[in-house]
């Protein structure tokens, strides 16, 4: 039975290196049936900001595979990232990019690199909610779930288990970020021990970053955050030496996309220059996704056996190990005719049908926990001495609010702080609480705010402190 998938032939090389990619997929057999749409430069031309027209999206939910050619970007506002929209508008979670070296028929100093990106893709700081508040200050939320990460984190641990991986390696900051990443982190530990066939580890994304560019070969399967995981595929990539023949996919609920990770390269465009093998990568990845590893199996030997032969295209062609350059064209006729047969200094890939391999993970689910209302924090734009802004908002306690100090860029400005030789913004936290045991709630918040207001103070954010089942929900001011 052919599985209807949905190709965009995207901008620049996107055209060449697709058609290279779908000759070789229709030489080994694949049954894909192939839908076209068109995204990129000649939609935002068109006027459509998000790059995509309403009738491809139609397409693509019918047939929940895309196999995507880069694109290219419009410089200037106004234009939406195609990918930033796809991700968020299919909900797809999940980015996995592996890392490979391909030692020694591309040029690379880890000759034993081989591992696994896992990156929560909706999440973190790409949640895209920011805030100009003052003058001065401008705020990027660091959004973390713990549905999303308990699902990201046990999408790793389905991916290892599915793909024969042996380790699964976490990377938090949770030594600073105590809530967030320590959350993040937590998880890890908690869902990893169900499954204790597997290796697990923990770095702070610092030194764990520093790693992946030192001794690459250390890692297996790595899960971490947005940022981090975005920061960490490219030191990944770059270390690999072959930026341009990795794959990668896109997962969400019923819904995945595959793309090469380079870009649209227009330098070389319309040359038949361009490597078709990230795409060519992202469609073996698309073919296990859609049940038929055995002609996936095919692909990748019969590429991996390509570069074993010398057969290399400009980006990856070195004298010493080269026989032969070729454009993109001669590339894929290459991997075709090789079909069937098996690199011999590499080793072999062998993909099973398993329903593992696409290892789906559901969200985690909303946990209900004790909620209760301790305080609140009451963000004032203020530019003035800090001991008389601490005296017109002490006036303002009242329903069982008191003031318990204020604070500056995360430190504690009063009492008991010398602030001389701290820069102080022009936005400052004042901390209102209710004692031990007690609670507060919308209206005495509500009539704190509207005593601000009186008093002509200008308010810029007010954050409700909750403690969850006793345990406090908030960070302390440092010095607090
Ligand atoms: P790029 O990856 O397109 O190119 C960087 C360099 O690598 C260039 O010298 C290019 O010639 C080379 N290169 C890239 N892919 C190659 C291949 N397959 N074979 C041989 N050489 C290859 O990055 P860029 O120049 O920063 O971006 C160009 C455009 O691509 C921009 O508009 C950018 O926004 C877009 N882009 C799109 C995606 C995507 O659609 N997923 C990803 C990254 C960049």
Avoid at 269 to 276: E, I, L, R, Y
Avoid at 367 to 396: C, F, M
Wanted: hydrophobic fraction near 40%; glycine fraction near 10%.
């Amino acid at each position: 039975m052919s599985t209807p998938i949905t190709v965009a032939y995207g901008d620049g090389i996107g055209p060449e290196i697709m058609e290279a990619t779908l000759h070789v997929l229709r030489e080994a057999g694949a049954a894909i049936t192939v839908e076209t749409i068109e995204v990129g430069e000649r939609v935002y031309n068109m006027g459509a900001s998000s790059g995509i027209l309403p009738s491809a999206w139609e397409t693509l939910r019918r047939n929940k595979v895309l196999l995507k050619a880069p694109i290219t970007t419009p410089q200037g506002k106004g234009y939406k990232s195609l990918n930033v929209t796809m991700r968020k508008t299919l909900g797809l979670y999940a980015n996995i990019r592996p890392t490979q070296s391909y030692h020694p028929f591309v040029k690379t100093n880890h000759p034993k690199m081989d591992l696994v990106i896992v990156r929560e893709n909706e999440e973190d700081l790409y949640a895209g909610i920011e805030y100009h508040q003052s003058p001065d200050v401008f705020e990027c939320v660091k959004l973390i779930t713990r549905s999303g990460s308990e699902r990201i984190i046990r999408y790793a641990f389905e991916y290892a288990m599915a793909n024969g991986r042996k380790k699964v390696t976490c990377m938090s900051k949770d030594n600073i970020m105590k809530m967030a990443d320590g959350l993040f982190h937590g998880l890890f530990d908690s869902i990893g021990k169900e499954y204790p066939k597997l290796e697990k580890d923990h770095y702070i994304i610092d030194i764990g970053a520093a790693r992946i560019a030192s001794k690459p070969d250390i890692f297996d399967v790595i899960v971490t955050e947005n940022l981090y995981g975005d920061i960490i595929s490219d030191i990944a990539a770059e270390v690999s030496g072959s930026v341009g023949l990795a794959g990668s996919s896109n997962i969400g609920e019923g819904f995945a996309m595959f793309e090469a990770i380079h870009g649209s390269a227009p330098d070389i465009a319309g040359k038949n220059m361009a490597n078709p093998s990230g795409i060519l990568q992202s469609a073996v990845m698309m073919l296990v996704h859609i049940g038929q590893p055995d002609v996936a199996t095919n692909v990748h030997n019969a590429w991996l056996k390509t570069l074993e032969d010398g057969v290399h295209t400009g980006d990856i062609y070195r004298k010493e190990v080269s026989k032969e350059k070729v454009g993109t064209k001669e590339f894929a006729e290459a991997v075709v005719k090789r079909l069937g047969k098996k690199p011999s200094t590499m080793e072999a890939v062998k993909y099973a049908k398993s329903e593992a391999q696409n290892a789906t993970a559901k969200m985690g689910e909303v946990v209900s926990a004790k909620q209760t209302h301790v305080g609140t924090d009451l963000y004032i734009y203020w530019t003035n001495p800090v001991e008389e802004l601490a005296r017109k908002v002490k006036a303002l306690e009242g329903d069982g609010l008191t003031l318990l100090n204020l604070a500056n860029k995360g430190l504690k400005a009063w009492p008991d702080a010398d602030t001389s030789g701290m820069h102080l913004t022009d936005q400052f936290r004042c901390r209102f609480t209710v004692g031990d045991g007690k609670t507060t709630d919308g209206k005495a918040v509500a009539a704190l705010v509207a005593r601000a207001f009186e008093a002509k103070l200008e308010f810029t954010k007010v954050e409700n402190l909750y403690s969850f089942d006793g345990v406090a929900g908030f960070s302390l001011g440092q010095g607090e």
